[in-house]
């Protein structure tokens, strides 16, 4: 037996075959079981989603000897003659392939004349905005008054270049694209039907390249079958299709993420060498970004869902994007796009595309911004802070391994002492100014301050979110005539929060709400305790243990000064 391809094998034969357009079949179904039909339908949507098969199915549910019926039986003679497309009653014209003036003249000259085989003449009309000014002409004068015996069923994928005076005499049904999730149950069983062992990640990537469209998909079902066997895996698929899978996409963006432009490179490199076109391979990624938007708008909507399939990372990376990166790269990748057209160098076009979007992550909207839009900025900082500690903890946990299969002393107190208190100062102080302060210091002072606190956080929010998530881990804790000292838990945030741009952003703040101008000045929390332990014993008080503190470390401050300068470039 000859080959058959997979769209014609599993080509709908009833209404409950059609997948995704329930709103249309239980319409048309509902008229059927009244007899009610109308003598022209119009069936408009993107390709491959069922208009064609849904006509033949409505053909054979009127024509059925059973029927008209719900669904057509398939076996009387009118159901299978239509299958076969053997009735002569049944006529199917393809406006695409000579734009029907004859098919047209010849329709308005037979149309009077009584069905043969079945009761009632049907005409389907296949991509009919295609006709000819003139075969719209012959059409209308025959839709305008059909004769009893006769049904219309006009198909098309642009409705929008139809005539009006045609589209208002046709009851008109608009299909939509199929759901990834009816895609996927439907190949699903196609897959059983055939035999055929084929892995959820291959056929998540073969739903993305057909984009909607059922015929395409069944199609490339058949390609990928007659390349690989009855074994599919996801290598098979972008063998054949040369699509992006999504695995480089998602290394892609999460380059892009850590703003790592050798990475983004490598990746380019890699894939191009592998044959993937500079055309296809963008526009890959211009999906991909844009359906990491989507998820952070809905992240339920069904057509996203073959990305979460089996890719923990799509999840993680949209969550670490900001709406107004993504917004930016998706407008970027939208141009490079339509330049490439016209590049000479494609492959250089798309390296281009891509390095751009290095910038736009990393650039930082310097307008004011509300607290509710700048929550997914904050989340992000966030998330690279918690990434930073945890990096810190490893190389703590490494030096603390070390110490023990070296002398195994100490690790009991590098245990019990808490992490941060641990991260060196790697910014010096100014002792000198600390003093100075100190001296002029008082209790209620702090306590003002300490009141306004909250106060000064909030506007420096509104000025730039960066600088108070930064801000935030410090604590005044002391206040002269001169100057404000703010004691950070975090080595980083301390850091950061001493950039000259940034201070100027705090100083003129806290300058604004007391009324007065005051330098700031900032220490680590042990070195703050080790000052006010000393104070308390010139005070005659006894002195405060300082056995908690560590020295600095060599390999400590070499890895904090590592990643303190990838978060730095990030954040510029
Ligand atoms: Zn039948």
Not at 290 to 308: C, F, G, M
Not at 453 to 471: C, E, F, G, T
Request: net charge negative.
């Amino acid at each position: 037996m000859a080959y058959r391809a997979l769209y014609r094998v599993f080509r709908p034969q009833i209404f409950g075959d059609l997948v995704g357009q329930e709103h249309i079949t239980r319409t048309l179904q509902n008229a059927l079981k009244e007899k009610r039909f109308s003598h022209a339908y119009l069936f408009s949507g993107p390709r491959g989603t069922g208009k064609t098969s849904a006509a033949k199915i409505l053909a054979k549910a009127i024509n059925c000897k059973q029927g008209p019926a719900a669904e057509p039986c398939n076996q009387c003679s009118a159901c299978e003659g239509i299958t076969e497309g053997s009735v002569v009653d049944v006529i199917e014209i393809d406006a695409a392939s000579n734009r029907g003036v004859e098919e047209i003249r010849d329709v308005r000259d037979k149309v009077k004349y009584a069905p043969t085989e079945v009761a009632f003449k049907i005409y389907i009309i296949d991509e009919v905005h295609m006709l000819t000014t003139e075969a719209f002409n012959a059409l209308l004068k025959t839709l305008e008054e059909p004769p009893q015996h006769v049904v219309f069923i006009l198909a098309t994928t642009e409705p929008h270049r139809l005539p009006a005076t045609i589209i208002s005499r046709c009851q008109r049904f608009d299909f939509r694209s199929i759901s990834a999730k009816a895609m996927m149950e439907r190949l699903c069983f196609i897959a059983d039907a055939e035999d055929v062992k084929i892995s959820k990640q291959a056929l998540s990537l073969m739903i993305r390249v057909a984009q909607g469209g059922m015929r395409d998909v069944l199609s490339l079902f058949d390609q990928i079958l007659s390349y690989a066997g009855q074994t599919i895996e996801e290598e098979d698929v972008i063998m054949v299709t040369g699509v992006i899978p999504q695995r480089a996409l998602s290394e892609i963006s999460q380059a892009v993420l850590d703003g790592d432009a050798a990475k983004l490179m490598e990746l380019v490199h890699q894939l191009t060498s592998e044959g993937k076109n500079s055309e296809q391979f963008l526009d890959d990624v211009l999906i991909y970004f844009r359906d990491l938007l989507v998820y952070k708008t809905a992240p339920n909507l069904e057509e996203i869902q073959h990305r979460i399939t089996g890719d923990e990372q799509f999840v993680e990376i949209a969550h670490t994007f900001d709406h107004e990166s993504l917004y930016l790269i998706i407008e970027s990748l939208n141009k490079s796009l339509a330049d490439m057209k016209w590049a000479t160098h494609p492959k250089i076009a798309l390296e281009i595309g891509l390095i751009r979007l290095l910038e736009l992550n990393r650039s930082q909207p310097q307008k004011e911004v509300l607290t509710t839009e700048a929550q997914p900025e904050l989340d992000q900082l966030q998330k690279r802070l918690t990434e930073l500690e945890n990096k810190l903890q490893q190389v703590t946990q490494h030096r603390s391994t070390a110490s023990t299969s070296t002398t195994g002393s100490g690790q009991a107190r590098r245990v019990e002492a808490p992490r941060r208190a641990s991260v060196p100062p790697t910014v010096k102080i100014n002792e000198h100014r600390i003093q100075e302060i100190l001296a002029t210091a008082s209790r209620s002072s702090l306590q003002k301050l300490t009141q306004q606190w909250p106060d000064i956080l909030n506007q420096i929010k509104k000025q730039r979110i960066q600088v108070h998530a930064w801000l935030i881990d410090g604590e005044p804790v002391a206040v002269g005539e001169s100057g404000v000292l703010i004691s950070f838990k975090s080595a980083i945030h301390r850091e950061t929060t001493e950039k000259e741009q940034h201070r100027e952003i705090i100083e003129g703040v806290i300058q604004s709400v007391l009324g007065q101008p005051m330098e700031m000045l900032t220490l680590m929390e042990n070195q703050w305790k080790e000052i006010a332990s000393e104070l308390k014993s010139e005070q005659g008080q006894e002195r405060e243990t300082s056995e908690q503190r560590e020295d600095a470390d060599p390999f400590l401050e070499e890895a904090l000064k590592l990643v303190g300068e990838e978060l730095l470039e990030i954040k510029d």
